[in-house]
């Protein structure tokens, strides 16, 4: 079975630091993916990062990079330079060779100007 | 592309009436999944296909709840009948592959009164 697990239900960050949300996450799947999602207020989606287990780099996608440690099974979120558009509700998932997507139950940042 | 389309964005209906939600993945994608949200359990998998073919219905909460895809642009998640615990956001996302990120649709607000 597949297990996500984000243990900050609430997060705060001063605007223009950098935040680190973590993600833990547990399969049996050599091979599997982590992502992570942003929920703004209005409700939407928005997909940010991906990371596979065999990528030996750390993801990078702007402002947005995945600390990933594989043998600790984290794959936490860094966002730099924190922006007052970043507050929102941030998902992280796992895929494994099933391919059915395991949800965390999401991190609430807030960032304060 | 105009992305995941999601009709209707709201519904409100009451308590036994049918109700079906409608979903138009990208041109191109092969999977679709079917989601839940709710304050109290969160993103929840419903189902999702494989180029057209239910793969895991197992999240599908009772057999008031049935999802079709009759071709690779159009599904549909009907509930018969509605009732009021099945209040919600539901949100419909395609991938191009199994282990590619999802993109969501907008998802439908549903109360059921």
């Known amino acids: 079975a597949q297990k996500i697990t984000q243990t900050q239900p609430g997060m705060f960050v001063q605007e223009k630091e950098a935040v680190t949300l973590d993600c833990t996450y547990d399969?049996?799947?050599?091979?599997?993916?982590l992502f992570w999602y942003k929920q703004p207020s209005s409700g939407e989606m928005i997909f940010l990062i991906y990371?596979?287990?065999?990528?030996?780099q750390n993801a990078t996608e702007g402002r947005y990079s995945l600390n990933f440690q594989k043998a600790r099974k984290s794959a936490n979120l860094v966002i730099s330079a924190s922006q007052l558009g970043d507050s929102a509700m941030y998902f992280c998932v796992l895929k494994g060779g099933s391919y059915i997507p395991t949800f965390g139950r999401g991190t609430s940042l807030i960032v304060h100007p | 592309d105009a992305g995941v389309i999601q009709s209707p964005r709201h519904e409100v209906t009451e308590m036994g009436q049918e109700v079906t939600l409608r979903c138009k993945p990208i041109s191109g994608h092969d999977y679709l999944f079917w989601y839940r949200q709710t304050m109290m359990r969160g993103l929840e998998l419903l189902i999702y296909f494989n180029n057209n073919v239910p793969i895991d219905d197992s999240g599908m909460p009772e057999d008031r709840f049935s999802a079709k895809m009759p071709n690779a642009s159009f599904s549909t998640l009907k509930i018969q009948p509605s009732e009021p615990r099945d209040s919600a956001v539901y949100f419909c996302?395609?991938?191009?592959?199994?282990?590619?990120?999802?993109?969501f649709g907008p998802g439908t607000r549903l109360t059921v009164l």
């Open positions: 399969t049996s799947d050599q091979s599997y993916g």
């Open positions: 990371q596979g287990s065999y990528d030996e």
């Open positions: 996302a395609s991938s191009p592959s199994g282990n590619n990120e999802q993109f």
